[in-house]
């Protein structure tokens, strides 16, 4: 197993009402096995080019056949996240979508 997952990003999105996500961009990032929260927030102000420290996202994911959607809210939701990603193969499934 890889030290890096990759995984596809959905920004600026909102779910709708059938547990899709709508978002206006997608992006495909690396994320470190052992990232933490904190860490993962800061890539995405990266990428948003947002610094504020205050500036607060909710991220999530579906699981599929398990609506409604997974929020990772912490180092633990996040490590759950990362070693479910882990066992899936297809980089397409198991998005982060970022509200």
Same mark, same amino acid.
């Given at each position: 197993?890889?030290? /890096? ?12 009402? $059938? ?5 206006? $961009? ?37 699981? $599929?056949?398990?609506?409604?959607? /997974? #929020?990772? /809210? ?5 490590? #759950? ?19």
């Amino acid at each position: 197993m890889d030290d /890096v997952l990759l995984v596809m990003l959905k920004l600026d999105g909102t779910w709708m009402s $059938d547990y899709t996500f709508s978002s206006l $961009d997608t992006f495909g990032i690396r994320i470190g096995l052992h990232s933490s929260y904190t860490s993962l927030l800061d890539m995405l102000r990266g990428i948003l080019n947002q610094y504020k420290p205050n500036h607060s996202f909710r991220i999530s994911y579906m699981v $599929d056949g398990c609506p409604p959607p /997974v #929020f990772i /809210v912490d180092d633990e939701t996040l490590k #759950f996240y990362l070693y479910m990603k882990c066992l899936q193969s297809d980089v397409a499934k198991l998005p982060l979508c970022v509200e």
